[in-house]
């Protein structure tokens, strides 16, 4: 921090708003932080550059991230099975997607190369082009409330769950994000705010009834959502700390790469 600089009296944090993320905020106090909204990568860009202190990043990005950041209450979106939200669309089967333009999502840091290791490790994709989302492609990575809409729509013949695929190749849990604060940041405001989360955490579980009549529409339901948001685990445990060290194990052994800024 230079020196002409004021020290924030509550943390500038990273919102994410897709619907398996509601738990986190729904309960928060409204005086904890200042909330700003922002995809998966441009937060982290934000934690990166001193824009944002903390928020729930990417776990490409928090492992690429190091000990620039910390855990904030072992807290984050993980998965033992299907993620649900997180899929590869695509017009032919897997197996015949080697040489095939891959379109992807800007929001997504981490699914894009959990989808490397999973071309590599499970499908045998290659010489494959990742392109934006309005080039010709055979196949689309989709993330989040937009999968969700995606799914609906079955404008594809093809989809993969990439959890459930992950699941498959490790028998592990996926953590797609972790809570972080960057560890620059004041003890006294990190502490604070990871004592609010860590609370209002648990007590999003556990209005997952409230979450659902507020969040359901013509394409979930109640029941939809409240089964959708149950499906993931909010607290990450030695079984998820597993499954987040084979995914750095597998990644390591891929060259280094990451998708361009959007």
Known sequence: MTTNQIEPQVLRVGHMTYLNSEVFYRKLPLDSC???????RAMAAAVEQGDL????LP?????RLGDRVRSL????VACDGPALS????????ISELSG?????TTHTATSIQLLRVLFSDLWNVSDHRFVQMTDDHDAALTIGDAALEQLSLGDF???YDLGTAWKSLTGLPFVFAEWVVRTDTPNELSELFERQLIESSRVGINSIEEISRARSDEKMSKTDVANYVRNFDYFLGPDERSGQQEFKRRLSK??????SAS
């Open 34 to 40: 200042e909330l700003v909204v922002m995809t998966p």
């Open 53 to 56: 202190q903390a928020g729930p």
């Open 59 to 63: 776990i490409a990005e928090v492992l």
């Open 73 to 76: 209450g072992n807290i984050g």
């Open 86 to 93: 997180v899929f590869l669309f695509s017009h032919k089967p």
């Open 100 to 104: 095939s333009n891959i379109a992807v």
């Open 157 to 159: 013949q093809h989809n």
């Open 254 to 259: 891929l060259p280094e790469w990451r998708p």
